[in-house]
């Protein structure tokens, strides 16, 4: 370990307004003790970070965002390494946080964030060998000054369970050849010097760190404000207050020295999570107009009385005011904030970030959620107010009710307590797995009353996921202890994360319209939900000529060609060349992304890791798909998503729940079985759930006789469908060996000669984030046929609405609410709103949950991810990003999509004019419908040609053409049934077959003027729909000849066109 500390003084100059307070008499008159700004760099030989400690109030997200990039810019340390925590002084100089809490001094504002910048660059340039050890106490000085909670001026009841937590941590690193350096961390206000003072002071701070380096045992103190929202000190008004405050801290970390536990192994993880908290919405138009005329009065009032402090507070109170009714009047403003949570281990000990006023309930969950020693740092990497708990709103109160009049306009909501507390746990989770021991525990929950029990329970680890974030993901930064391993660079036109059917569709298309694409998927073989290690077979649009053609369709008749048995692995092949051998497609298999840089509203390039190779890959490209399926882009790059059933009343959605939610659809762990020729035995295992008869299995067909798939095996719908998975996942395992259990061992099942062949340990998932593009398809859109003037895919599937609580709900495990078969899904479904260059593939698509239940089966998501493919192509040789296609060529993408055989409801492909001019003649029969620009049966209309075997249809030309290219469309039975593997294998299966109406051999023939007809192409072994013949010569008429098929006895083509 290697360490480096530097200090920079960021005393302002006196006559600068400080802030904290609302109507201070004045400016600063003196500076009573200096103000600093401290950078700790710990380097373990592979992870780099940064800690900056910085005396003033706090600094707004968008200050610390420009902050954190200067010094990552000058230090080359990553953004998510560095932790910039304000101490929150209340004696501090104005920087523009609070409204009429000071004036900011520009001038100074920017040459105190350039001192921070240059104070982080010397502490790098001092970097020596260094050993940390791990010290604690335990302080008196925090009260919780809602003991009495205080409404509208009203002295209320106690507010129930009053909490404090008493915990100093500390982190003592003795730098090589330097007195040691103490990183310490209490919760509690610097508001020791009240509202009436006007001296520049860091409080009891300040005095803490002084009482440190003046012992001669320390050398620079450095500190961390704790989660401290509701905790004001014991003692307060005057600096010999300030003193005994500071040394109420600083004694117990001193007399803790001679048992200081050093780190055994102080390797750093880093993690980092962007979560988003809901607003709670602004008052009504004639309560925030009432709140103006009233405040206008009071001003005036209290500037005819000369009262400067009430003036101040009245002030405040109006611009609040007249802010929040500007933004009602103007759309009612944002929904939510997004804010970072970061969590930084060093070996035993664990930092948690929190950017805002957290009270202190939440410092004490965090360190219930592990048994490492934990330091909640909060007013870190920005501040945007109060974060109470959802108790408090309950109650009331200055934090909740008023606070955020002086902070901005809309508080958020009672829910972010479960959306913070579900992300750090899933953060402290990652890094939190290097094993170690606890260092000394602390009293968790000191002072905690008993009816607050509660409380601490929902925080505990074991909830299960009851709580369930908006969105969270974290990813380990550039420049942390991966950066040991090596890394690999790619440069590309397009990146496509996740290789389901949607993201190998949207690769492989890009791909062949000349893109340079590279395909990221992290497990080892493609196919996600329909590979072998989930086996969901393909499922698509319902009814008449309605299947998915294009290149699920091509995907489909390679298997049917290879895969006469259904076999999985088979498949896996299948779908695996068609990326793994394409020219402009560079594929990582067993890659999981997890990191990405932003520039501005683009994403510049993400990051991966490779299992198999230990290796990062780093992919810049001009544009991106997330076909992830789980949408990691999406907290990685801050893109608008939703999870969970809307409110009814949102959309108009009869089928939606009356209050949203966050329950979603759940995930399976199929099982398979196999019949064989005698009798076979099964012992579950012990864990396994017993199910003793059918009474136990309520409306869950488990007959093998009648049973297609076991998709009713479901779980986590009213979990959290991402980081709830693992949990999920092993009750589900109980859940599919206990039904083979209970199939071959408890009952009558006619099950004595089956045997299970294979479960699967990869849920399979339905649901979980949802991206938000410029249209939000919903329900209504479903049942009106998604007739979208930007219509680029569509579905047939039925509203699939499986209920959240899968298995256990004993009522019927879905409802099939009936949509039309097809359906459009339009364009602007399939790209991120806020980020410009990100588009969205599969069953994160911009829906509604009633509209997904519809369009989220995965042939349907093909035909999506092939329309983002292609779309990706134009935008990269147009330059233009995802919402520029649609504003710019969107006709020229429905065009390209038809070409390659993607069927678009009630549209008509352009034909080539060389076709259109030409005399089509056939050997029987009418050839016309071959250049109608319809290549399927659309209601009674064939659109296709039949004739004999040997017989032909011809273009004439009436002159010499140059011929470059012929495209045929074949019949691939669009209605035939089966998948693209079996659930269940009996002795009675029947090998598959390419379809028996598809042209196997055919030939082309050309001459010219009155010459002999002449085969210019012959094919064989055709077993495609699509098929494009390659020319390269000058006739005046050309002829197909259909010579063979895979069984029918005519042949039956539905397009012939030359170019």
């Known amino acids: 370990m290697r360490a480096g500390i530097a200090t920079t003084s960021i005393t302002p100059p006196v006559g600068v307004d400080l802030t904290g307070y609302v109507g201070r008499t004045g400016p600063s008159n003196r500076v009573h003790d200096e103000l600093s700004a401290t950078a700790l760099v710990l380097d373990d030989g592979a992870t ?309 006023e957290a009270f202190c309930e939440f410092g004490l969950a965090f360190r219930k959620m592990t048994t490492h020693a934990v330091l909640p740092v909060a007013y870190a990497n920005g501040n945007i107010g109060y974060i109470p708990t959802a108790e408090a709103y309950k109650e009331g109160g200055y934090e909740v009710d008023n606070a955020i009049r002086f902070y901005g306009e809309k508080m958020i909501g009672p829910e972010s307590e479960g959306i913070i507390l579900d992300a750090v746990r899933g953060l402290l989770a990652e890094v939190g797995k290097l094993g170690g021991r606890a260092l000394r525990s602390p009293r968790i929950g000191a002072g905690v009353r008993p009816n607050r029990r509660e409380f601490l329970t929902m925080c505990s680890v074991i909830t299960g996921g009851a709580l369930l974030p908006n969105a969270v993901s974290s990813s380990p930064s550039a420049g942390t202890s991966e950066m040991r391993l090596p890394e690999r660079s790619h440069k590309a036109q397009f990146c496509v994360v996740g290789g389901g059917l949607a993201g190998v569709s949207a690769a492989v298309c890009a791909a062949r319209h000349g893109t340079k694409t590279v395909l990221i998927h992290e497990r080892p073989m493609l196919g996600g939900n329909c590979s072998s290690e989930v086996r969901m077979w393909v499922c698509g649009a319902r009814g008449a000529n309605n299947r998915e053609s294009g290149l699920v369709e091509e995907m489909m008749l390679d298997n049917l060609h290879r895969n006469p048995g259904g076999n999985w692995n088979i498949w896996d092949s299948v779908v695996y060349e068609k990326a793994a051998f394409e020219p402009n497609l560079t594929l990582l298999l067993n890659c999981s992304c997890n990191g990405a840089v932003m520039d501005g509203n683009r994403v510049k390039s993400v990051r991966a890791w490779q299992m198999t190779t230990q290796t990062w890959h780093i992919v810049e490209a001009d544009l991106f798909a997330d076909c992830s399926g789980d949408s990691i882009l999406a907290p990685l790059t801050g893109a608008e998503h939703r999870v969970g059933r809307e409110a009814r009343s949102e959309f108009g959605e009869d089928i939606e729940p009356e209050k949203a939610d966050r329950k979603t659809m759940g995930m399976s762990c199929l099982i398979q079985a196999r019949q064989t020729d005698r009798p076979q035995e099964f012992t579950p295992p012990k864990w396994a759930n017993v199910y003793e008869s059918d009474d136990d299995l309520p409306n869950r067909g488990h007959s093998l006789a009648g049973t297609q798939n076991f998709w009713w095996i479901e779980l986590g719908g009213e979990q959290d469908s991402i980081h709830d998975t693992e949990t999920v996942r092993d009750e589900l395992l109980k859940v599919a060996f206990g039904i083979w259990d209970h199939i071959k061992n408890r009952g009558d099942h006619g099950a004595a000669n089956w045997e299970l062949s294979w479960v699967g340990f990869l849920p399979g998932k339905r649901e979980s984030r949802r991206y938000v593009g410029d249209v939000i398809m919903n329900q209504k859109d479903v049942r009106a046929e998604g007739k979208f003037e930007d219509l680029v895919a569509y579905a047939g599937w039925t509203m699939d609405d499986h209920h959240p609580a899968g298995i256990l709900y004993p009522g019927k495990p879905t409802i099939f609410h009936p949509a039309p078969s097809p359906f459009g899904i339009p364009y602007r479904s399939l790209y991120s709103r806020n980020v410009e260059n990100l588009f969205c593939a599969g069953r994160n698509i911009s829906v509604t949950h009633a509209a997904l239940s519809a369009t989220r089966v995965q042939g349907t998501c093909s035909t999506i991810g092939q329309a983002v493919g292609t779309a990706a192509s134009i935008a990269a040789r147009e330059h233009l990003s995802p919402r520029g296609v649609y504003e710019h060529k969107l006709s020229e993408l429905q065009q390209a999509l038809m070409d390659d055989d993607a069927y678009l409801p009630w549209h008509r492909r352009a034909v080539p004019v060389l076709s259109l001019v030409a005399r089509l003649i056939a050997s029987e029969g009418d050839p016309e419908p071959l250049r109608n620009g319809i290549d399927r049966p659309v209601g009674e209309d064939d659109n296709g040609w039949t004739g004999a075997l040997g017989g032909w249809v011809a273009y004439e030309f009436g002159k010499p053409e140059r011929l470059t290219q012929v495209r045929l469309v074949f019949d691939s039975d669009l209605n035939r049934t089966g998948h693209n593997a079996r659930a269940l294998y009996t002795l009675a299966d029947e090998p598959r077959a390419v379809p028996k109406t598809m042209v196997k051999s055919f030939r082309v023939e050309a001459k010219s003027g009155e010459g002999e007809w002449k085969t210019v192409a012959q094919v064989t072994d055709n077993h495609q729909r699509l098929v494009r013949v390659p020319l390269d010569v000058t006739a005046t008429s050309i002829r197909l000849v259909p010579e063979s098929t895979w069984g029918a006895e005519n042949a039956h083509l539905f397009g012939f066109e030359v170019r």
């Not at 961390?185 to 300040?206: K, Q, R």
Request: charged share 20%; hydrophobic share 40%; proline share 5%.
């Open 48 to 356: 780099r970070i940064a800690v900056i400690s910085v005396d003033i109030l706090g600094t707004d997200l968008a200050q610390d965002a420009a902050l954190r990039e200067s010094i990552s810019d000058a230090t080359g340390i990553a953004p998510e390494n560095l932790m910039v925590a304000s101490t929150h002084t209340h004696s501090g100089p104005a920087i523009g946080v609070l409204r009429q809490c000071g004036e900011p001094d520009d001038a100074y504002v920017r040459r105190m964030f350039t001192q921070i910048v240059s104070a982080t660059k010397e502490a790098c340039a001092n970097m020596a060998d260094a050993r940390i050890s791990y010290v604690r106490g335990e302080s008196e000085l925090a009260w919780n000054r809602r003991e009495w909670v205080i409404s509208a001026g009203v002295q209320q009841s106690p507010a129930s369970g009053v909490v404090t937590d008493p915990e100093i941590g500390g982190l003592l690193i003795e730098i090589e050849g330097q007195k040691p350096v103490m990183l310490f961390n209490y919760a509690c206000h610097g508001v020791v010097m009240g509202g009436d003072n006007l001296e520049i002071s860091a409080d009891w701070i300040g005095a803490a760190r002084d009482a440190l380096e003046s012992s001669g045992k320390i050398g620079t103190a450095i500190f961390l404000q704790g989660c401290c929202g509701n905790i004001n000190p014991r003692w307060r008004g005057s600096f010999d207050e300030v003193r005994h405050a500071g040394e109420s801290v600083a004694n117990p970390l001193l007399a803790d020295l001679p048992n200081a536990k050093p780190l055994e192994d102080p390797t750093i993880r880093v993690a980092w999570a962007r979560v988003d908290l809901p607003y709670m919405p602004l008052p009504s138009e004639e309560s925030l107009e009432q709140e103006i005329s009233f405040q206008r009065g009071e001003i005036e009032k209290f500037q005819a009385q000369g009262n400067t402090v009430h003036l101040q507070v009245a002030k405040a109170m109006a611009g609040w005011a007249e802010s929040s009714l500007a933004m009602l009047n103007d759309g009612g403003g944002p929904e939510s904030v997004a804010v970072g949570l970061q969590v930084i281990r060093i070996g035993d000990v664990v930092l948690v970030t929190h950017p805002g």
